[in-house]
């Protein structure tokens, strides 16, 4: 007797009202939260043409997709497998707009074919954020920071983040010795963390003993600070191999600031994908999931491959997975209001890290930047910066004898060119500025 036909394809839920309406609200708590940090949301077409998708899709990728012909033009389309590379293409096309850096949001769906019995979905929700235009650890630790702040806002129980760098191994290979193929094979092991094949591969290769066995032992280099001082060591004076450690450094200390670095594990073993990401890269964990529930990392090629040479780092979390995660009972999110620019000279961007924290701790939408002139343009910078986004209150975090505990709130409502001026201690600066936001929106 045949199998009964299913009536859904495999791979594919239904969600029925209940779970709808808490699956929607959790979406909305994210990107409430997201709109905090200044990430629009954006909606994504389903399908796009598979010839221009395909240059920003892995190989993996492209075997996985849902491909089928475009009746009215011949052309192949492709079921939507992957919003980073349509954000990607859409910057490229000049569709984000031109100031730079650019934040986006997204809830999507993107579908992938998996074999029956991988478990996995073959139609996946997810909400994520890209950050585009902007290559510094400071964009990285926020990437970080948000994952961090989202998890505590949903209520996650007793997760961890992974961070790594796809550049010392990538980095380690390429000195190792290892002939091209080689060298590809050892990637494409390690990711797996298939320790047994990727010594066979260094032992076919014959590399010197010393070199194999600190090859091996990156997949498994996992903990604190401690881990970027034996990837230190084992780097010397090479700049290659110590350009990303002391990126992560830089990162990790950043989140050293407000705390998150707790919640956080620092994985030299930590690759995702060597073809797709190109820097900082971190997995999500929870004791309540039996794998990953989202991650992302650093691509700066990737909008490049569309035509527009820009970096970019991102991430992607499965609303699936995260929901059968969560408790119940967690918090749901407020409305998301107009954001603040708070603005601080390099010196003092730490400091104004910490104050833009406390700010998106009472529901307050903040955008940083690090003013790069000098201190005499500082009124007019912050006031080309709030025209330019269309922001009507800036924040000055600036150092002056007498008013370090205070900061410059300026307000553009009524005028860019004769703003409202008003000095505010650093410690009411919060409660002022939800009076304000409350009071006009």
């Known amino acids: 007797m045949k199998p009964p036909r299913s009536l859904i394809p495999i791979g594919t839920a239904t969600l029925l009202p209940e779970t709808a309406q808490h699956v ?17 949301e954006i909606i994504l077409p389903t ?15 492209l075997d996985q997709c849902y491909k089928f012909a475009d009746r009215t033009s011949g052309r192949m389309l492709v ?61 990285d630790a926020e990437m970080v920071t948000m994952l961090a702040g989202l998890f505590g806002q949903v209520g996650l129980p007793k997760w961890k983040i992974s961070l790594g760098h796809v550049g010392f ?6 000195r190792s010795g290892l002939s091209t193929t080689g060298r590809k094979q050892a990637e494409l092991a390690a990711a797996r963390k298939d320790l047994p094949r990727l010594e066979q591969i ?21 903990g604190q600070l401690e881990v970027l001082e034996w990837g230190k060591r084992i780097a010397g004076k090479d700049a290659q191999l110590l350009k990303p450690l002391n990126r992560l450094e830089q990162v990790f200390q950043q989140l050293e600031q407000t705390g998150v670095q707790q919640h956080v594990l620092l994985d030299l073993g ?51 997975r995260l929901f059968s995660a969560l408790e119940p009972g967690g918090q749901l999110g407020n409305n998301g209001f107009s954001p603040v620019l708070l603005v601080s000279h390099g010196r003092q961007a730490e400091e104004a890290f910490v104050l833009a924290q406390q700010l998106r701790g009472v529901g307050i939408s903040v ?71 409350h009071g006009n929106f």
């Open 47 to 61: 399908f796009e043409y598979l010839d221009v998708l395909s240059v920003g899709l892995s190989p993996e990728v």
């Open 270 to 320: 930590e690759f995702r994908g060597f073809d797709y990401y190109d820097g900082v890269v971190f997995d999500v964990f929870t004791s309540a999931a039996g794998s990953e529930i989202g991650g992302g990392g650093r691509y700066n090629h990737l909008v490049g491959r569309f035509g527009r040479d820009l970096p970019a780092i991102g991430f992607g979390l499965d609303l699936d």
């Open 202 to 222: 260094l032992t076919t290769e014959r590399l010197p003993r010393q070199m194999a066995r600190n090859i091996l032992q990156v997949p498994e280099r996992c």
């Open 24 to 40: 929607r609200k959790l979406e909305d708590q994210l990107l409430v939260y997201l709109a905090r940090w200044g990430y629009q």
């Open 169 to 174: 191994f990538k980095a380690l290979l390429s």
């Open 79 to 139: 079921l939507r497998p992957d919003a980073t590379a349509q954000i990607a293409r859409m910057v490229a096309m000049g569709l984000g707009g031109e100031a730079l850096p650019l934040r986006f949001s997204y809830r999507t769906t993107v579908f992938r074919y998996e074999l029956e019995h991988r478990g996995r979905d073959r139609e996946v929700f997810q909400v994520g954020v890209e950050l585009v235009g902007s290559d510094t650890y400071q964009g």
């Open 367 to 437: 955008i940083e930047e690090t003013m790069k002139t000098t201190q005499k343009s500082f009124l007019t910078w912050a006031r080309s910066e709030a025209r330019r986004r269309g922001i009507f209150r800036v924040v000055l975090y600036e150092c002056k004898k007498g008013t370090t505990e205070s900061v410059l709130l300026l307000d553009y409502s009524v005028s860019f060119l004769k703003p409202r001026q008003s000095r505010v201690a650093i410690q009411k600066l919060p409660q002022q500025l939800r009076a304000e936001i």
